[in-house]
C-alpha cells in the first residue's frame, strides 16, 4: 500500500501542480477532506481549487519538484520544493515545504503542510540587484 500512496502524493503534486489539472483535484480530494496548511484550513476540492487559483493568480510558472516520499500505514510524507515567477515583480522566487497525507480508500482523508512562506515573502521584499543598485 505504502508504494501507492507514494505514487498518489507524486501524481498529486505533478498534475494539480505542475500540470493544473483539476481533474485529479476532484479525483483525489474527497468533499470531507480537510488540509491543514498552517492557520488555514482547506475543505474538500471546491475550497482546494480556490486556494490553488489564489496562489496562481500571484505567481506564474509554478513547478514543484518531489524529492523523498515516505510512507507508514495510511501516512504519506512528501518533501518537495517549488520555484515560481511572482507576477508583480517578475522576481524569481523557490520555497521548500514537507506535506503529510492520510490516505483512506486510496484518496486523501486529511493533510497537513507546511511551507516556508516566509522565505517566499522575503525574497519578493529583497531588492533586486539593479533595483538595489540604482538607490
Request: hydrophobic letters at 40%; aromatic letters at 8%.
Amino acid at each position: 500500500m505504502s508504494q501507492d500512496q507514494n505514487s498518489l502524493i507524486t501524481r498529486w503534486f505533478e498534475e494539480v501542480w505542475n500540470q493544473n489539472r483539476h481533474e485529479t483535484i476532484e479525483e483525489l480530494m474527497p468533499a470531507e477532506c480537510v488540509i491543514h496548511d498552517g492557520d488555514a484550513n482547506i475543505r474538500g476540492p471546491e475550497e482546494f481549487k480556490l486556494f490553488a487559483a489564489g496562489l496562481r493568480a500571484q505567481f506564474d510558472e509554478i513547478r514543484v519538484e518531489m524529492h523523498q516520499a515516505i510512507s507508514e500505514g495510511d501516512l504519506t510524507c512528501l518533501r518537495w520544493s517549488s520555484s515560481m515567477i511572482h507576477k508583480d515583480t517578475g522576481k524569481p522566487l523557490h520555497t521548500t515545504g514537507m506535506s503529510l497525507i492520510r490516505f483512506r480508500d486510496g484518496r486523501f482523508a486529511e493533510a497537513w503542510q507546511n511551507w516556508d512562506l516566509h522565505g517566499v515573502m522575503e525574497q519578493i521584499a529583497t531588492p533586486t540587484s539593479a533595483a538595489a543598485s540604482a538607490t
